[in-house]
Every structure is written in C-alpha cells, then in structure tokens.
C-alpha cells in the first residue's frame, strides 16, 4: 500500500505560481514512477507530468510544457510539481498517483495509488 497526500493548492491570479507537493508512505518511494493529473468540473481526468522513479525522465503534457517542471526527493518521499505562469485553464483539482514500474505512464488507469486532491483556482 501507498499513501499519498497532496498539499499547496490554492487561489492565484493569472501569471502566477504554486508549488504542489506529494507526500507519500508505505512502499518505498524510489521504487515507484509518480505522475501529476488535474480533473476540471465536468472533463475526466487529465495527464499533466510524470516522473521516472529515479527521477532521470521526466515527460509532460502539451499543454504545460515549459510552464510546469515536476521532480521529486526520493530521501523525503516527496513529489513536487511547481506551476509557473498559471492561466485560468490550469484550474482545476491536482492529484499525485504512484505505481511500481521503471518507466513512465501517461494513462490514469495505469496508476495504482491516488491522493485525495488539492484544488488550484486561478483567477483571471
């Protein structure tokens, strides 16, 4: 079993920057691949970032490439993923997901281990 929980969400304005972190426990974090995902009101759920679990890949969506960089601490057990020039697109609730494996999974059903979301509200 993984838990994760995520935390660093908020209210920003347009142009601005979070940082969103991951915290997990259970099985050990450096064996597992971790991703970001955001779901809208309405939309499914969508792939933003993932990273290998050695942290030497990292592969993101279109849509937030070259605003968004996701990494990870595997002393700390943690991921990050940090939002900059945020538009009121980005808003949305963010989860961090786990699972075993060496590469790196862009499908939702791949992952096995869910936190339980951090809203992130940008206002135009």
């Known amino acids: 079993q993984v838990q994760l929980v995520e935390s660093g969400g908020g209210l920003v304005q347009a142009g601005g920057s979070l940082r969103l972190s991951c915290a997990a426990s259970g099985r050990p974090f450096s064996n597992s691949a971790m991703g970001w995902f955001h779901q809208a009101p309405g939309k499914e759920r969508e792939f933003i970032a993932v990273i290998t679990r050695r942290g030497g890949s990292t592969y993101y969506a279109d849509s937030v490439k070259g605003r968004f960089t996701i990494s990870r601490d595997n002393a700390k057990n943690t991921l990050y993923l940090q939002m900059n020039s945020l538009n009121p697109e980005d808003t949305a609730v963010y989860y961090c997901?786990?699972?075993?494996?060496?590469?790196?999974?862009?499908?939702?059903?791949?992952?096995?281990?869910w936190g339980q979301g951090t809203q992130v509200t940008v206002s135009s």
């Open positions: 997901a786990a699972r075993s494996g060496s590469g790196y999974y862009t499908d939702p059903l791949e992952y096995d281990y």
